[in-house]
């Protein structure tokens, strides 16, 4: 705005969110828009870049206009309605010019109380705070079926080589090498848990817009986290298999057969 717009022009600003939903293919700039019922038509001279009043939602359309081209009772009722705020970017600590900042924005209001002076970050993790929390009860699921599932591959590899202790002590005995029956015993036990990652990829695939509602600066479709977590899965189901499978390797034939 210049003064020229306040001194006759009833001009408005938009966001580029308004922009998007009206004119997506075409330039709203020189646009007329009506805002209130019986106004005349205000004229669009500029588009500016989005904000957002909630931190987790998507920005909403705006309309930006200049208080002096309100009457009396609009301007009090929005005043009342949408209290002023003032954002404030200092280069050292925000804690240590609190006092500062209150006393200027006392004087600069001509008296009015402060109230309510928050940093960004206070701003941002009191906005986040659900989804933190959602985050975080999922986070300790995930990990306790993590346990779970690397305590149950472990205790059935365990269980299976004390089942084919004669089987492998056989393989043994006619001249199979430790190592052979160390990896056999290790993919037995991974060919399940890449079934169960291709399932659970696919299935996270499928669910991205359940999964969206609890995240918040972190895409559905992370590329990252869809490599990442396979892997540590992976690696987890492998250190779980890899002491039975060792144990079987180390399996004597002739103690193994006695025994049977």
């Known amino acids: 705005f210049t003064d020229r717009d306040e001194s006759g022009l009833r001009a408005v600003v938009i966001n580029e969110a308004f922009a998007k939903r009206v004119w997506p293919d075409g330039d709203p700039t020189h646009e007329g ?33 200049l208080s002096a081209h309100l009457d009396n009772e609009t301007a009090s009722m ?28 006392r004087q600069a209001s001509g008296g009015l109380p402060v109230a309510r002076v928050r940093t960004m970050d206070e701003i941002v993790l009191h906005a986040t705070a659900r989804e933190n929390f959602n985050m975080l009860v999922l986070t300790v699921f995930g990990f306790a079926a993590l346990f ?23 393989r043994l005995a006619l001249g199979a ?28 695939f499928g669910l991205t817009r359940f999964i969206a509602g609890f995240l918040f600066g972190v895409t559905p479709w992370d590329p990252q986290v869809f490599f990442v977590v396979p892997v540590i899965l992976a690696g987890i189901a492998l250190i779980a298999a890899w002491g039975p499978a060792i144990r079987a390797g180390r399996i004597d034939p002739m103690d193994a057969l006695r025994s049977e």
Do not use: F, K
Not at 148 to 169: D, F, K, N, P
């Open 33 to 65: 828009i009506i805002i209130g019922e019986g106004e005349p038509p205000r004229q669009i001279i500029g588009v500016v870049g989005d904000v957002r009043h909630a931190v987790t939602a998507p920005p909403e359309p705006i309309i930006y206009t």
């Open 78 to 105: 929005l005043l009342l309605t949408y209290p002023w705020a003032w954002l404030i970017r200092t280069r050292d600590a925000p804690q240590s010019l609190s006092a500062v900042i209150e006393r200027e924005l």
């Open 148 to 170: 779970l599932a690397a305590v149950g591959i472990y205790g059935l590899m365990a269980y299976s080589v004390t089942q084919r202790a004669r089987e492998i002590a056989v």
């Open 177 to 204: 090498q430790s190592s052979r029956i160390r990896n056999m015993v290790v993919i037995q036990g991974l060919r399940p848990v890449v079934v169960g990652m291709v399932c659970g990829v696919a299935a996270a």
